[in-house]
């Protein structure tokens, strides 16, 4: 472990100084919006009622302007309107596929863009959200690495897709029904597993996901917030002690040669490092398990001995491994595994005890799988010589 250098890239992240003008509310917690109260004159002991009253019609009724908060004074909503705004990233497209996953494309500030994926299931609706501009990463499988790290995603930017999100849904509750009476929701679970690698953006990252799952607000469990990692050790800890959500690792090999490879992260904290840090996680954070995700790449990684050293690798860990059949994308340099090839690893998994589904592809026709995100500005494509290339020297 390597313990001088700063992990997270919060040097990357824009705003770098407050903005000029009215001050975005959506994303500040509960403190940083009491503090905020205060600085335009809200006496300190209103402002935490304030906070209550604006944080529900916030993020339980997705109100937007302060003058329809009935609750508070006329005079005092004209203060916060002259103060502050409600801003969350503007929807540039939205593509539906035909299997009704939905892709939206959202600009940020700068004029900078991310994509959103919105995946409806029978018994729960999964948004997989971004928590950076771009990803410093570079995995190889991944069409996103292919993208330049721009900035980091502000806590404004981060819980402002999932209002975005639930906006296009039409889920926001009406006056007077609670949250659990309008009957099951539509998004009932949140993955950081769009754009970015959600550790190196650690602060803004925590901020977005406890106004989640603020009880008072959009109020989603700890339990239905997953946080995808490549493997940035030092942070994992803190993870689950700051956040607690359940964890998922883009694990993808069982040597470090070849994750080396396909996740170059790997190179820095290897296999066993990785565990080791791993191996904590489920009691600090009270976790039931973890998820490995590993995606399926012909000839790669997903041999019958690929399978084995997997379950003797993660013996001892309560796990799930997601199984992923490889999305591909324009240039990529590997191949999907064959269907019996997959399933045949899968039942090697599970006859050793463990649960290993096979991710069914979502959204493939609107290039909104796992691991095809890559915002339209910077969609330009690589070779896959190119790619090759950068994949034997990085």
Known sequence: MEPTAPITQDVMTI??????????????????????????????????????????????????????????????????AEHFVIAIPEVVSRQVSADGTRKYLVRIAGGHEVEVVYIPEEDRGTLCISSQVGCTLTCSFC??????????LTAAEIVGQVMMARDDLGEWPEPGVGTGEAGPRLLSNIVLMGMGEPLYNFENVRDAMKIVMDGEGIALSRRRMTLSTSGVV?????????????????????????????????KRWNIETLLNELREYPRLSNSERITFEYVMLKGVNDSDADARRLVKLIAGI???????PFNEWPGAPYE???????????????????????????????????????????????????????????
Request: aromatic share 6%; glycine share 8%.
């Open 143 to 152: 069409h996103t690495g292919t993208q330049k790290l721009v900035r980091n």
């Open 318 to 324: 309560p796990a799930k491994i997601n199984l992923i």
């Open 234 to 266: 030092p942070e994992i800890a803190r993870a689950a002690e700051e956040i607690g959500c359940m964890l998922a690792v883009s694990f993808h090999a069982t040597t470090d040669e070849v994750r080396d490879k396909l996740v170059p992260i790997n």
């Open 336 to 394: 999907r595994s064959d269907w019996s090839r997959i399933e045949a690893f899968a039942d090697i998994v599970y006859k050793a005890g463990y649960a290993s589904p096979i991710r069914t592809p979502r959204g493939e026709d609107i290039m909104a799988a796992c691991g095809q995100l890559k915002s339209a500005t910077e969609r330009a494509r690589k070779s896959r010589a190119q790619i090759e290339a950068e994949t034997r020297t990085g």
């Open 15 to 80: 705003p770098r100084k407050a903005p000029e003008g009215p001050q975005n509310i959506v994303g500040l917690t509960r403190e940083g919006l009491r503090d905020a109260l205060i600085a335009i004159g809200t006496p300190e002991k209103q402002a935490r009622m304030r906070v209550g009253q604006i944080w529900q019609w916030l993020y339980h009724w997705g109100v937007r302007d302060f003058d329809a908060m009935t609750n508070l004074a006329k005079g005092y909503r004209a203060l916060l």
